[in-house]
């Protein structure tokens, strides 16, 4: 399990759909490789935090990187590790006095000067690599929340404040300053703080405020305090505090992001919508006919007094009048990758956690959902066969596509594995067996005596021989299609349960475990676990053998490891890995390497 807490306010809901009727404008970005070798591939449009600079661009930052749109030019660059960003997964983004750029990313918090990006971290004086929000006071001073406190950057000295300071609690999820510099701060669970200067002071529903776990803050010009929680919203005048929820009208809890507007009305974004409210009553805007996405994360205030809504399908623009959609030309579609593919012609496939199938041929992305023929959207695994074929398993079946189009098939609707064997014949590894394709008929092939005592299969991978191995919650099974074989850590393996099965062209197999990888060379099986020049982490989710013989195991949180036979190589996103939390790993026929990411997809090119 990874060790990360959720945000309460399900910060990371994930938008799809972009709206037809509103005027969309798709522009070429541009990177600099930074690392050689590496390519990062990320979806910039699922936006968190929005700023605008001194020269009126507007910088938009989400899960794949940061965006800067030239909106006078109506062009827009896209920053990403390649580029020297500490991380793709950015919360926060704000200006500071001397123009500089910070963003708040899983890594740390990143600097940009207008021609480079420099990262500080825990090492300089961070409270915590993991930053949530950013905000500059009036004196120059650049803050940062994390979930181990608030620090301080001020003349290039660090200085950080917890709950043993006076803070309401070490994990602050928003912050928000005053005209007069005062710092507002809102907390996981423990309410909001106010800092000013000297003195902490802490508000809770006890004193009015409508629940403890605030989610956004803003300031209006006259000091009123506006929180954003999971069941509505709170106005604080210095005084009174009054609580408004969806009963009156307003965009369903939670509130994200909120921002007042010129004219003194509060705007709120949340998974619903936005909503504008003057103090009595609210008007509701959904994707359907304005912004570009019904979720909205963050809200920014132009200069000219328009407002700036960041959704998880784009930048939105509202003038008073009309709606415009602000879209980067990424190819990617939102959602995350939980599996990849290569064909034989080295096409990449690629299946999404949320918004289907998406094929990239090195230079144009094409995408596949339910409106093209799949059974489902959420993809959990994929396989390409010989002959160029596309299979993919979901939660509603399995389907396959000829080139042309997809075709459904219901006989895999509880797969929960899928491989292609040599000859071209598909298996599945079901609930208590396995499930084979001829390309004519289904065949079933139940556990012995139809025992389910090894839990799920977790993955599957046909041998040269066509024997079939499969990775389960209780150890190693092998069906030769007579007879079937169990392996356990009572013959040599590292751990029993087992994330994930490969196979060499010479027959030899590889599992990758929660303890580490075994293989197994005919005879006996051998273990490898995280120590010295091995894997970097026992944890191995997926693994790849490339065209060279290698093989590479992906790990859970420590990047990706290869082993030529004798020696362990670790790639880390200190050498280009867009992220070190990995999902998935596959290798195409021209030596390259794919990595699924929470960061993006990285591909990596072995030197020759």
């Not at 596949?368 to 959990?380: C, E, M, P, R, V």
Request: glycine letters at 12%; aromatic letters at 12%; proline letters at 3%.
């Amino acid at each position: 399990m990874r060790g990360r807490v959720a945000l309460a306010m399900a910060l990371l809901l994930l938008g799809t759909l972009q709206c037809a009727r509103v005027p969309t404008r798709s522009l070429p970005t541009s990177w600099i490789t930074s690392h050689p070798g590496w390519a990062t591939y990320t979806n910039a449009n699922q936006v968190s935090d929005l700023a605008f600079d001194s020269d009126g661009n507007l910088w938009a930052v989400g899960n794949g990187g940061v965006v800067k749109w030239n909106l006078a030019a109506g062009t827009n660059t896209k920053f990403t590790v390649d580029d020297g960003l500490a991380n793709d997964c950015v919360s926060s983004v704000a200006i500071a006095l001397d123009g500089a750029v910070w963003v708040g990313t899983r890594r740390g918090a990143s600097r940009f000067d207008g021609h480079t990006w420099k990262t500080y971290t825990t090492q300089d004086g961070l409270a915590e690599n993991h930053v949530v929000s950013i905000v500059t006071t009036p004196d120059g001073a650049v803050w940062f929340s994390t979930w181990k406190g608030v620090s301080r950057f001020y003349h290039q000295v660090w200085m950080t404040y917890t709950s043993q300071d006076g803070l309401a609690s070490d994990d602050v999820r928003a912050m928000a300053v005053a005209a007069d510099g005062g710092l507002w701060l809102g907390t996981y669970d423990r309410g909001a703080s106010h800092y000013d200067g000297h003195t902490w002071t802490t508000y809770t529903v006890a004193d009015g405020l409508l629940s403890n776990s605030v989610s956004s803050l803003a300031v209006a010009p006259d000091g009123t305090v506006w929180i954003g929680a999971i069941t509505g919203i709170s106005r604080f005048d210095g005084k009174k505090w009054t609580r408004y929820t969806q009963a009156d009208g307003l965009v369903g809890a939670p509130v994200f992001a909120i921002a007042v507007a010129p004219d003194g009305a509060v705007w709120l974004g949340g998974g619903d919508g936005a909503s504008r409210f003057d103090g009595r009553t609210s008007t509701t805007f959904l994707n359907d006919k304005h912004a570009a996405d019904n979720s909205v994360h963050a809200i920014a205030v132009a200069a000219d007094g328009t407002l700036w809504f960041g959704a998880s399908a784009g930048v939105s623009h509202f003038d008073g009048q009309a709606w415009s959609t602000y879209a980067t030309d990424d190819g990617m579609t939102n959602g995350r990758v939980s599996s990849i593919a290569a064909s034989p012609d080295g096409v990449m496939w690629f299946g999404t956690d949320a918004n289907g199938v998406l094929r990239f041929d090195g230079q144009t992305w094409a995408a596949f959902t339910t409106q093209s023929g799949l059974a489902d959207n959420n993809i959990h695994s994929i396989a390409v066969a010989p002959d160029g074929e596309v299979w993919v398993i979901s939660p509603h079946g399995v389907a396959h596509f000829d080139g042309q189009a997809w075709r459904t098939f219901g006989e895999g609707e509880d797969a929960t594995a899928l491989a292609i064997a040599p000859n071209g014949s598909v298996w599945l590894g079901m609930a208590s067996g396995v499930l084979h394709f001829d390309g004519q008929a289904w065949t079933s092939y139940p556990f012995p005596d139809g025992d389910r005592s090894f839990g799920e299969v977790t993955s599957i991978a046909v041998a040269p021989t066509g024997a079939v191995w499969l990775g389960t919650q209780q150890g190693v099974m092998r069906f030769d299609g007579q007879t079937w074989s169990t392996f356990t850590t009572a013959d040599g393996l590292a751990d029993d349960l087992i994330r994930a099965v490969a196979i060499t062209p010479a027959g030899m197999v590889w599992v990758g475990t929660n303890e580490g990888v075994s293989y197994f060379d005919g005879q006996a099986w051998h273990t490898f676990v995280a120590r010295g020049q091995d894997l970097m982490w026992d944890e191995v989710v997926s693994m790849a053998v490339a065209a060279d013989g290698a093989v590479w195991f992906c790990t859970e949180s420590s990047g990706i490891t290869r082993f030529d036979g004798q020696n362990w190589t670790t790639y880390t996103e200190a050498d280009g890995l867009a992220d070190n939390w990995d999902t998935t790993i596959a290798a195409a026929p021209d030596g390259a390497v794919w990595i699924a990411t929470d960061g993006g997809v990285s591909r990596y090119v072995p030197p020759r």
